[in-house]
């Protein structure tokens, strides 16, 4: 029963036709669209690495979030730039912090929009690592009461999610307890469960300056080869509480993605991190990719792997054009 009586190509014929049959659809509110925020007023550079993006103050951010919403993207993710870092990373649980300032302002001033914060440590460190650090080595559940203040701020400054980013074990379960008891029990988690030790976050270590001192993050981030491991990740944030997972980097771990998506039943999430997003612009800005195409490919195969939200610094020029 194969050719000629089965040609695929009939279908492919027509933009209608294609546009029937198509098995995934991108739009606006699949994406989550994170945002880099600094002290000071009126304030907005560039990130040298990622073109297009910017660390924002907290008025400007505020503008940027109201933008956000017009363009139909239901949520944003706020990472703190502070201008004091130290050993604890204490100005990350200050509740009158940069990141907690601008979930008030952002709450306060631009209604219909979900806002995450990133929990961890590395913004705030001046080492760099998203723990405590003794003797060079990255301290686990010292660093969970970091975490655990942290998030409790961000909830009482208003966020509407957390989202952990740090792959200390047990985590999601100390944020849980933390919120619970601070009166949150509420407030959803997203957790960055399987997170690995990337070359592709460089852009955004750039961004925030956080870029570990010593040594790197392979003794808490995943080993790039481990799949089975990964889905260990993910069962251990679901039984301690997580309500959305996350697989990140994006592009190169499409397989653990499909297989979070086969194995789980709760939303996935993946992140088209900082440096799949400047890869494409920088292949764009020399001429060898056309940049939307590029964009709207990588996006499609997020999706069409199995996740059911993309963080992504395309979110914006993505919306613009599914409208
Ligand atoms: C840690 C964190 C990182 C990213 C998100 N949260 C950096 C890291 O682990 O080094 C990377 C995001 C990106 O590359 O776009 N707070």
């Known amino acids: 029963m194969a050719f000629p009586i089965q040609r695929l190509r009939r279908l492919r014929q027509h933009e209608a036709f294609r546009r029937m049959v198509r098995e995934t659809n991108l739009a606006p509110s699949d994406f989550i669209y994170p945002l880099f925020v600094v002290e000071g007023r009126d304030r907005r550079e560039e990130i040298a690495s990622m073109p297009g993006q910017f660390r924002l103050s907290v008025d400007l951010l505020v503008k940027e ?47 219909g929009l979900m806002v995450i914060t990133d929990v961890c440590i590395d913004e705030y460190t001046d080492h760099g690592h998203c723990g405590i650090v003794k003797d060079g080595r990255i301290l686990n559940d010292e660093t969970l009461d970091c ?42 988690i997203m957790a960055y469960a399987a997170k690995f030790a990337s070359c592709f976050y460089a852009p955004f270590r750039d961004a925030a300056g956080s870029s570990p001192q010593f040594g790197d ?7 790039s080869a481990n799949r089975r491991e990964a889905l260990r990740e993910i ?19 499409l397989d653990i993605i499909a297989a979070a998506r086969a194995q789980m039943l709760l939303p996935v999430a993946a992140y088209q991190v900082s440096g799949e997003y400047s890869m494409i612009k920088a292949a764009a800005q020399a001429g060898w990719l056309d940049e939307s195409r590029a964009m709207m490919e990588s996006l499609l195969s997020i999706k069409r792997a199995g996740a059911d939200v993309i963080l992504t610094y395309f979110a914006k020029d ?3 054009l599914l409208r």
């Open 65 to 111: 979030a109201r933008e956000v919403v017009a363009l139909g993207i239901p949520a944003i993710i706020l990472f703190g730039i502070p201008d004091r870092k130290d050993e604890r990373g204490s100005s990350g649980s200050d509740p009158n912090g940069i990141v907690q300032r601008a979930v008030k302002a952002v709450k306060d001033q631009v209604s």
């Open 147 to 188: 975490l655990r203040t942290m998030a409790r701020t961000h909830a009482q400054a208003g966020a509407d999610m957390v989202a952990p980013s740090d792959m200390m074990d047990g985590r999601v379960g100390a944020i849980r307890a933390e919120l619970d008891q601070a009166g949150f029990p509420e407030l959803p």
């Open 217 to 223: 993050r392979q003794s808490y981030q995943m080993d």
């Open 318 to 320: 993505a919306a613009r």
């Open 235 to 253: 069962a251990l944030d679901v039984e301690e509480g997580a309500d959305i997972i996350m697989v990140k980097p994006a592009l190169p771990y």
